[in-house]
């Protein structure tokens, strides 16, 4: 089989495949039943632990107590136990390091005993603390090559669970992990101190409004996530693909998704199949999804959970997306999480959905149908808006990377300029109170009459949805929809958690001198949440973002708009955000730069990557192709002359024109190759500055390998089918 056939090959491949069958039965095992199945979870410990143990451990979780290390012993013991009577015969610290991956180390239970048996021990202290190696994950300069050590701590609050193999199941404890020197050097510990700030804020908040009964306050978040599935194949055919996540070629396909036929359309049963497998085994391991569809474009799907604590809710959207990529493999699928894996179609986001709870299951953030009357959700949300206006290039900052550059602003994800939608309802509330007016409550209540007798009258809620905003609120959260598909929601939460707890510290501090300069509370409040909001208002926008009308607007207003990654990483190391992470005992100096260095690094890297990519692709399998199409063209003119014995007259000049278009269009491609050859190595050679170095790939590289791509995507249009090796776009996102 010639290499360029491999195409049709796998089309007729993928034609030949069934779905596969699901081994679940949920007529004999209940979804109820199946739920945490692989989990330990509390009713598990509540069965296996002491009730001092257990009392003890819940007041961990519950009221953020620090947990004594005596009961870590039998903790680990009653874990050994249930994950040995699951099967489980190993063990390991499951932590999230500055890759945006997760990491483990394998250990078995096995132990050696006094009297040269063997047995199956894990002991507290290896519950507590692991020692992987620390010089292999990215340090930002914290840590040299030669200072290995590092450490993995238990955290309670994220449980336990059993992930099942082919020839087993392994224990797995989410953990953080941090340097010899006690420096993060993961994304989870800066989280969890980021909730901690929110929780100690938001209680000094409620006690000064009179609330004593909440004692603990948590951040909430629900991570829709956005995905595409095509058949491993064509996976297979596409280097591009497998070692980039995307398609660095191909041309527009003649269908895309303007027919909007694809959108909550009727799911195929093969995807079908897939979907209820991941969704199994994520039920036994504890994660809520709830919601599963079809996206906007062709190939395109999204899942979406139930709202669970910050830290618990990162967990499982790294749980999500590494079942869903194994579980793709065993349909002979491949589950693409890039933000943009096919130019010119919609790209994947991970919308975050994120509130404020306290421990009594209260959501902070819930206006009920009187918003303007509810004092301490008026100050609350004005303490939101203001750290959105106050810190909006640091937000914009949490999702810049490589990826994310190709969708943002993309008339499909909302824009670079950082922006809050309220609604109707809630507008109106935030402008009487600017104002001094008193709130029309128009909208409020209302039900809509369809015009059919048999069909109810619907309730209508009090504002509609804006999906082009980056920052909306959805009713009682706020949706931050800029946040890329493939990267870990930890980091966005991080910030988002550290700068409204400065903004509820700043508000707090304003009433209390109110207050104390002898203003009573309820004054004191209106006078600050009217300031405040005034002062943020330019950030409130309920109209269209992708407008171009917006962005002129924004721009009066002094809205920020950094359009690229290396416009928006330096932000982080800004005297402004180094007090900010300080002040909040969220990231020290040395933890935030580290984080600087190793975004700006994986820019640098990602880009490499793919320019090296580009270039082999396109010399050894693009040109190639065009080669031998304008070989055989060639050789088609010379025999029809030959054949005919004499000039071919107008016959002629229309094949002349054909073989110079492709000629033109083949040197056109060569040359941008040669171009792009030159800059890399230029590349190569880099700066001691990293942001230089960035910029460079920006504005040079990037420019030379999106000409290698048009030349060689004008070529795909016209070079003979068998002869073109990489599957099309028209193939990959239709056919399965």
């Known amino acids: 089989m010639k290499t360029a056939n491999a195409r049709r090959e796998a089309i007729k491949t993928i034609q030949d495949r069934e779905p596969v069958a699901s081994t679940v039965d949920y007529v004999d095992s209940s979804l109820g039943e199946q739920f945490g199945a692989n989990v330990f979870n509390r009713s598990v410990m509540r069965t296996l632990l002491p009730k001092n143990a257990y009392r003890s451990l819940i007041q961990c979780l519950d009221h953020g107590e620090r947990l004594d290390a005596s009961l870590a012993e039998t903790v680990a013991n009653a874990m050994k136990d249930w994950a040995i009577s699951r099967g489980a015969t190993h063990f390991t610290h499951w932590f999230q390091p500055m890759t945006g991956a997760t990491a483990e180390k394998h250990d078995s239970f096995l132990q050696p005993g006094s009297d040269g048996e063997w047995l199956l021990e894990f002991p507290g202290k290896l519950l507590i603390q692991g020692e992987p190696d620390a010089s292999s994950f990215p340090s930002g300069g914290i840590r040299s090559t030669f200072e290995a050590r590092g450490y993995t701590g238990w955290d309670p ?146 899942v979406a959970p139930v709202f669970e604590q910050s830290n618990v809710a990162t967990d499982h959207n790294m749980l999500l997306m590494e079942v869903f990529r194994r579980t793709a493999q065993k349909h002979n699928l491949r589950c693409l999480f890039h933000e943009k894996p096919f130019t010119g179609i919609n790209g994947s986001g991970k919308h975050n ?45 949490t999702v810049a990377f490589a990826g994310n550059d190709h969708r943002l602003g993309a008339n499909e994800a909302p824009p670079a300029i950082m922006s809050i939608y309220l609604g109707d309802t809630l507008g109106e509330v935030v402008d009487s109170i600017i104002t001094g007016g008193v709130p029309e409550g128009s909208r409020v209540c209302k039900v809509m009459e369809l015009g059919v007798s048999t069909l109810p009258t619907l309730p209508r809620d009090a504002s509609d949805r804006n999906r082009t905003s980056p920052f909306a609120f959805t009713g009682n959260k706020f949706e931050f929809r800029a946040v890329g598909s493939s990267q870990s929601i930890a980091w966005p939460n991080t910030v988002l958690n550290t700068i409204v707890a400065e903004s509820l510290d700043y508000i707090t ?154 000629c033109d269009k083949t040197a056109r491609l060569k040359v941008s190759i040669d171009q792009l050859d030159v800059v890399s190595k230029e590349a190569e050679h880099g700066t001691d500055d990293l942001l230089e170095h960035a910029k460079f790939f920006q504005l040079k590289v990037l420019p030379a390998m999106n000409a290698v791509r048009a030349a060689a995507d004008d070529l795909e249009g016209i070079v003979d089918d068998s002869m073109w090796t990489l599957p099309k776009f028209r193939e990959i996102l239709y056919i399965y």
């Open 157 to 302: 609050t994220s449980p336990a669970f059993l992930i099942d193999s082919t020839n087993g199941k392994t224990l797995c404890i989410p953990t953080v992990f941090c340097a010899f020197s006690g420096h993060a050097l993961d994304k989870k510990t800066p989280l969890l101190r980021s909730v901690e700030a929110v929780n100690k804020q938001s209680l000094r908040l409620l006690r000064l409004l009179g609330n004593t009964e909440a004692q603990r306050i948590t951040c909430t978040v629900g991570a829709e996530q956005e995905y595409f599935l095509i058949d491993e194949a064509f996976y297979n055919l596409r280097p591009d693909l497998v070692n980039a996540g995307r398609c660095l070629f191909g041309a527009k396909p003649p269908k895309g998704q303007e027919m909007e036929d694809h959108y909550w359309g009727s799911i195929k049963d093969r995807v079908l199949a897939f979907m209820m497998d991941a969704e199994n085994e994520l039920y036994r391991l504890g994660v809520p999804v709830k919601t599963r569809h079809n996206e906007v474009a062709p190939a395109q799907f999204e």
């Open 353 to 397: 959905n994120w509130s404020m709870m306290d421990d009594k299951g209260n959501n902070l953030l819930e206006p009920g149908h009187t918003p303007h009357e509810d004092k301490q959700f008026l100050v609350i949300l004005t303490a939101v808006i203001r750290a959105v206006n106050k810190w909006a290039r640091l937000l914009r900052a």
């Open 509 to 662: 501090g304003r009433i209390e001198q109110a207050v104390k300069a002898g203003k009573p509370l309820n004054q004191a409040v209106q006078a600050v949440v009217k300031e405040t909001l005034a002062e943020n208002k330019r950030v409130i926008f309920n109209g269209d973002n992708y407008s171009e009308e917006w962005h002129k607007e924004a721009e009066r207003r002094g809205l920020p708009n950094d359009c690229s990654t290396t416009e928006s990483l330096p932000v982080l190391i800004t005297p402004e955000a180094r007090k900010l992470f300080s002040d909040y005992e969220v990231l020290n100096e040395e933890e935030l730069v580290s984080r600087y260095n190793v975004q700006v690094e994986a820019y640098i890297k990602t880009i490499n990557i793919e320019v090296l990519l580009t270039l082999s692709i396109a010399n050894t399998m693009i040109l190639p192709a065009a080669l031998e199409y304008q070989n055989a063209v060639a050789k088609t003119m010379s025999n029809t002359h030959k054949a005919l014995g004499q000039d071919i007259g107008a016959s002629g000049k229309v094949y002349e024109k054909l073989l110079q278009d492709l």
